[in-house]
T-cell receptor
Framework: EAGVTQSPTHLIKTRGQQATLRCSPISGHTSVYWYQQALGLGLQFLLWYDEGEERNRGNFPPRFSGRQFPNYSSELNVNALELEDSALYLC??????????????FGAGTRLSVL | AQKVTQAQTEISVVEKEDVTLDCVYETRDTTYYLFWYKQPPSGELVFLIRRNSFDEQNEISGRYSWNFQKSTSSFNFTITASQVVDSAVYFCALRDSNYQLIWGAGTKLIIKP
């Protein structure tokens, strides 16, 4: 069974540009989570989607946005890139929102570098 | 406030030594889940274990064991007879009724041959 897949693996952009990151969850999983892992800052929660709806977002500016498609895959968009957006972006998926089903399985991440 | 503290920033041991990674949490919820994840140099977070707040039994899986103690709000992780492949950053996390994972800062474990 395929795990969570993320693309691209690496992404290099310049300041002010837009970046689009993609995530395909494990088959059967309806929830997708996005995290930012900047150097020295640990894991920061970005966004949570379930059944196509945004359920929660972390403390990030509106230029971080995303969506979940009918097949449960997801996109993370970062507009007006800033140097401090350089980080590893991790996507996770889970079976659903019930506490008993909520084990998040992670992809390998997209490393975004903003020059 | 919900919080997870991993006080050990980095631990370095020689292969075959036992090592314990500490995790202390804070929550007001009576129902919650605790997790451990491993992040090897490749970057992918690997799920290791989940424990719910009503199950205080310790867990053993091969060389890994976990000690959950509600009285001290701790969920510690022990690796017995460590191996070089255990080198990674280990994260402890808490999931509460708000459906959000609250992460510790991680402990970098270095196993020297």
């Amino acid at each position: 069974e395929a795990g969570v897949t993320q693309s691209p693996t690496h992404l290099i952009k310049t300041r002010g540009q837009q970046a689009t990151l993609r995530c395909s969850p494990i088959s059967g999983h309806t929830s997708v989570y996005w995290y930012q892992q900047a150097l020295g800052l640990g894991l920061q929660f970005l966004l949570w989607y379930d059944e196509g709806e945004e359920r929660n977002r972390g403390n990030f500016p509106p230029r971080f946005s995303g969506r979940q498609f009918p097949n449960y895959s997801s996109e993370l968009n970062v507009n007006a890139l800033e140097l401090e957006d350089s980080a590893l972006y991790l996507c996770a998926s889970s079976e659903g929102t019930e506490l008993a089903k909520n084990i998040q399985y992670f992809g390998a991440g997209t490393r975004l570098s903003v020059l | 406030a919900q919080k997870v503290t991993q006080a050990q920033t980095e631990i370095s041991v020689v292969e075959k030594e036992d090592v314990t990674l500490d995790c202390v949490y804070e929550t007001r919820d009576t129902t919650y889940y605790l997790f451990w994840y491993k992040q090897p140099p490749s970057g992918e977070l690997v799920f290791l274990i989940r424990r719910n707040s009503f199950d205080e039994q310790n867990e053993i899986s091969g060389r890994y064991s976990w000690n959950f103690q509600k009285s001290t709000s701790s969920f510690n992780f022990t690796i017995t007879a460590s191996q070089v492949v255990d080198s990674a950053v280990y994260f402890c996390a808490l999931r509460d009724s708000n459906y959000q994972l609250i992460w510790g800062a991680g402990t970098k474990l270095i196993i020297k041959p």
